[in-house]
Nanobody, 123 residues
Framework: QVQLVESGGGLVQTGGSLRLSCAAAGRTFSNYHMGWFRQAPGKEREFVAAITRTSFTTYADSVKGRFTISRDNAKNTVYLQMNSLKPEDTAVYYC?????????????????WGQGTQVTVSS
């Protein structure tokens, strides 16, 4: 069992920045692939970024060049640095974890999820 707790969301103006954190507890963090997903009102949950246990990173096209995912295994934490934010980035952002062989951009492949943190970008 892995417990995930996101933090760092909030209200920011267009062009601003936020850094989301996801703290993990319960198992060996370094064994897990970590992902960030988001869900806007009335829309399906979508992939944002992922970092594998070997620190390979991948991003959705919509955030490439603006967002950066990273992990600190000593702190059991994964981060999502979000720059040049746009109103269309407004959503609840979720952290996810899985230790298996997965397609890291596919939400159904993740076993563990956090409760989410709201990000609102005003125009």
């Amino acid at each position: 069992q892995v417990q995930l707790v996101e933090s760092g969301g909030g209200l920011v103006q267009t062009g601003g920045s936020l850094r989301l954190s996801c703290a993990a507890a319960g198992r060996t963090f370094s064994n897990y692939h970590m992902g960030w997903f988001r869900q806007a009102p009335g829309k399906e949950r979508e992939f944002v970024a992922a970092i594998t246990r070997t620190s390979f990173t991948t991003y959705a096209d919509s955030v490439k060049g603006r967002f950066t995912i990273s992990r600190d295994n000593a702190k059991n934490t994964v981060y999502l640095q979000m720059n040049s934010l746009k109103p269309e980035d407004t959503a609840v952002y979720y952290c996810a974890a899985d230790s298996g062989v997965i397609a890291v951009d596919t939400s159904s492949h993740y076993d563990y999820w956090g409760q989410g943190t709201q990000v609102t970008v005003s125009s």
